[in-house]
C-alpha cells in the first residue's frame, strides 16, 4: 500500500522558514518522481515543487521559485521541502505526492498534508 505522511506545517510569520518532511513507502522509492502541491481555501490545487522521476531534476513553480528548495534522502525514503522567505500567500495544506511522469499534474497518490499558515 502506497503512504505518504506530510508533517513539518505550522503557524509561522511572513519572512520566516519551515521544513516540510514527507516519508514515503509502499514503492520503490527511485522508481518514481516525488514532490509537492499546496491547495489553499477557494483556490485550486497548485502543483509547486517536484523531483523528476527520470532524472531527479527538480522543478518549481514560478510562485515558489528561488525561495523554495526540494531535495530527497532515498535511503530514508523521504522528500523535504524547505520553504523560506514565505509569505502569507504561502498559507495552504501542503501535500507529498508520488509522481509518475514530468508536469505538475501527473501524481497518483498523495498522503493527508499538513497545514502551513503565514501571518502578515
Known amino acids: 500500500e502506497v503512504q505518504l505522511q506530510a508533517s513539518g506545517g505550522g503557524l509561522v510569520q511572513a519572512g520566516g522558514s519551515l521544513r516540510l518532511s514527507c516519508a514515503a513507502s509502499g514503492f520503490t522509492f527511485t522508481d518514481y518522481g516525488i514532490g509537492w502541491f499546496r491547495q489553499a481555501p477557494r483556490k485550486d490545487r497548485e502543483g509547486i515543487s517536484y523531483?523528476?522521476?527520470?532524472?531527479?531534476?527538480?522543478h518549481y513553480a514560478d510562485s515558489v521559485k528561488d525561495r523554495f528548495t526540494v531535495s530527497s534522502d532515498n535511503a530514508k525514503n523521504t522528500v523535504y521541502l524547505q520553504m523560506n522567505d514565505l509569505r502569507p500567500e504561502d498559507t495552504a495544506v501542503y501535500y507529498c505526492a508520488r509522481w509518475y511522469g514530468p508536469g505538475w499534474y501527473t501524481y497518483d497518490y498523495w498522503g493527508q498534508g499538513t497545514q502551513v499558515t503565514v501571518s502578515s
Open positions: 523531483i523528476d522521476r527520470s532524472d531527479r531534476s527538480t
